[in-house]
């Protein structure tokens, strides 16, 4: 038997801008995604000559053939031809769901990372992006990390400079978002705004925070804001206190401020935990 280890980075969308909606129901993107230090341990044991099993600290995860990770290493051992004989995942999770943090879909690419790297590195990284793509959109980004432009459904990657070192709050509110739902939603919109996305890879070629921060948006924060005010109380929290940008991360419900240093990040996170219990203080990765 042999136990693998690996960090399962969580994202935000530093822009996410909708194209069309494709004959295939999903819809055509262009976002900047990026990594964050925020992560979830996961741990694999291989060759246990024993049943499939996941063990997940979190209660409302499922633990069998549901979870993204299992499907990851399924789809591992049936494009890579290797037999994994038997296999025990144990996920730590510190990533909230139903937040536009890409928990899941992050689970599943250290899984697919951790496997090709015991199998000596089988594909190539865009190949295992690749194979990330029949799990979830945005599961290639998660297997590639960094900083990204994500194209198509989130699966043609294209790196980008890395995002300067600053300080990211994150505020996840307890309501959670149907993301097929919120499609449809969208839909029925116009949209009014959109990001600026070339303006943001000049802006991260440059290095300039404020630029970057300035920046940020995403098309369904909007959408989202409107039915739930609570997204316009953190806002303004992270405003007053010094956030160069914020907004909600991809479908929800998650909603971030870059911060001019880590004393404001704090004293925003001090006035968000009277009201919010899941907050974090993280980096870029
Ligand atoms: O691929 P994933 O499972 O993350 O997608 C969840 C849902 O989000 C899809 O079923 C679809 O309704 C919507 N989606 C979309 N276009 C994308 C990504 C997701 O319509 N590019």
Redesign the pocket.
Known sequence: MTTLYESAYAKINLTLD?LC??ED?????ETIMQTLSLCDDVEIDVQTGKEWTLWCDKEDVPCDSRNLAWKAAELFEQHSGRNLGGVAIRIKKRIPSQAGMGGG?SDAAAVLRMLNRYCGHLFSEMELADLG?R?????PFCVAGGTCMCE???ERLRRLPAMPECTILVCKPEFGVS??A???TIDEKEILRRPDNAAMEQALKAKDLASIARGVWNVFDPVVSEVHPEMNEIRDVMQQCGALGQQMTG?GSAFFGVMPDAQSAERAAEQLRRRYSCIFICKPV
Do not use: A, E
């Not at 799990?135 to 599961?139: E, R």
């Open positions: 909708i909606k494709r129901g999903f819809h055509d993107l879909s793509g799990i979830g959109s945005d599961v198509g459904r989130g993301t097929p919120l499609y449809r479908s």
